[in-house]
Nanobody, 125 residues
């Protein structure tokens, strides 16, 4: 099992920045990649970004490309989502997730085996 705990959410004005953290524990050696998703009320869970551990490859959704950055600190078993130029439409619950395999379907939530509890991000206009 892998446990994931997010932190760093909160209220920010449009144009501002936030950094989310996701601390991983447990059988982290079994993880091949980590991702971030979000879910707004009444909407499906949306893929944002992913990082593959083997080569450090990263993937971004068009909606956040150029504004959000995924990174990791191996020594701390923690990875991050730096969010800049935030917009009101970025308001959602943000989740980190772990995938035990590499896959071309990295944008599908069903590919990820482990999930954090979520952290609320609210962007005011």
């Amino acid at each position: 099992q892998v446990q994931l705990v997010e932190s760093g959410g909160g209220l920010v004005q449009a144009g501002g920045s936030l950094r989310l953290s996701c601390a991983a524990s447990g059988r982290t050696f079994s993880v091949a990649a980590m991702g971030w998703f979000r879910q707004a009320p009444g909407k499906e869970r949306e893929f944002l970004t992913r990082i593959n551990y083997s080569r450090g490859s990263t993937y971004y959704a068009d909606s956040v490309k150029g504004r959000f950055t995924i990174s990791r600190d191996n020594a701390k078993n923690t990875f991050y989502l730096q969010m800049n130029s935030l917009k009101p439409e970025d308001t959602a619950v943000y989740y980190c997730a772990a995938d035990r395999t590499t896959t071309s379907a990295y944008f599908r939530a069903s590919e990820y085996e482990y999930w954090g509890q979520g952290t609320q991000v609210t962007v005011s206009s």
